[in-house]
């Protein structure tokens, strides 16, 4: 579990770090900081819950109205079973968690590019390994999550406890960005 956190923070730090510092370097402001985050998280979001919200939709309206079983057979009905469980088998609210673990996640993105922009601007790269650990202590509670060890009220209440602290530092953060010009 820790690798697996540790990994995604290595990536996707390291791939913010690597473009904030070579990619953007006439772009060194606090915003510069919080549209990257915002770009990186917003991608995420459209890629991992929003085209699958849509499919998700669409199978929702056709089970609704009696097409999937005919149109859905064989080999595809048996791959999209889990689908059908979780889109018959589960309150609607609980789809809803999707769209709130995504604006969390962005507030997290939005602070984490802050995070590694800063450390780039006063050159440390200690500011990295801050944002590597971080982005593992966030990942930690979804893998215990698909684990069965903790259940999807607390990894939501987790992420939105994280997502308050994060919105808390993205506003104070604007302070040490003030005075700097490229």
């Known amino acids: 579990m820790l690798y697996g956190g540790l990994m995604a923070g290595i ?9 904030m510092k070579y990619a953007l370097q006439k772009h060194r402001e ?7 985050g915002l770009g990186h998280g917003g991608i995420e979001a459209i890629l991992i819950v929003g085209i699958n919200s ?7 309206f056709m089970i609704n109205n009696g097409s999937y079983d005919a149109l859905i057979t064989g080999a ?4 999209l079973a889990p689908v059908y469980e979780q889109l018959t088998g589960s309150t609607s609210f609980i789809q809803l968690f999707a769209g709130v673990e995504r604006l969390g996640a962005l507030a997290i993105h939005m602070g984490l590019s802050i995070l590694v922009l ?5 050159g440390k790269r200690i500011y990295l390994l801050y944002a590597i ?7 930690f509670p979804a893998v215990l999550y698909q684990k069965g060890m903790i259940n999807i009220f607390v990894v939501e209440a987790y ?3 994280l997502a308050i602290g994060f919105i808390t530092w993205i506003v104070k953060s604007r302070a040490l960005f003030s005075g700097y010009k490229m």
């Open 11 to 19: 990536f996707e730090e390291t791939g913010r770090y690597i473009m």
């Open 30 to 36: 606090w915003k510069d900081g919080l549209a990257f």
């Open 54 to 60: 849509v499919v998700m939709i669409v199978f929702a």
């Open 76 to 79: 595809a009905a048996e791959a």
């Open 118 to 122: 800063y450390g780039i601007q006063k």
């Open 133 to 139: 650990l971080l982005h593992a202590v966030i990942d």
């Open 159 to 161: 992420l939105i406890l």
